[in-house]
């Protein structure tokens, strides 16, 4: 036991990781995950097949600094209160982005808890739809 606790004390940054990826983990385990993950590439095929509606749920400096053409904007903090903007939408494919892919999985949790079937993750979020050298907007 007194050997355990000297190797937490010295290797304190590798123990603090290991239990926050550990919690992050189980916090995906008991939540469920949010949405599938969609690719740059089938993402651009259910907007030009299936008309799906992209959310974009990063903050509004983000925002402005370039999107997705023709997304909407509804920052993940107030995303529960803004749910009726896009109510007319749950029979339609909703793709959710940030800037990585993070946020837009709890997004995508919490489009699913209000009933949206069709809940779709940017993987690799807006940074992933620039990259593949699709186009944005600061419109």
Do not use: Y
């Amino acid at each position: 036991m007194e050997h355990g606790m000297e190797f937490i004390q010295q290797n304190l940054m590798w123990a603090g990781l290991a239990a926050i990826s550990g919690g992050m983990l189980l916090w995906q385990v008991f939540n469920g995950p949010g949405g599938s993950n969609i690719s740059v590439g089938d993402a651009t095929l259910l907007i030009n097949r299936q008309d799906a509606i992209v959310v974009d749920v990063r903050e509004t400096a983000e925002w402005s600094s370039g999107h997705i053409p023709n997304a909407r904007h509804i920052a993940l903090g107030h995303l529960g209160k803004h749910l009726s903007e896009i109510e007319k939408f749950k029979e339609k494919p909703i793709i959710v982005v940030c800037a990585s892919g993070n946020r837009s999985s709890s997004a995508c949790s919490t489009l699913k808890k209000a009933g949206f079937q069709q809940v779709f993750n940017l993987a690799g979020g807006v940074g992933a739809w620039g990259d593949a050298g699709l186009p944005m907007t600061k419109r």
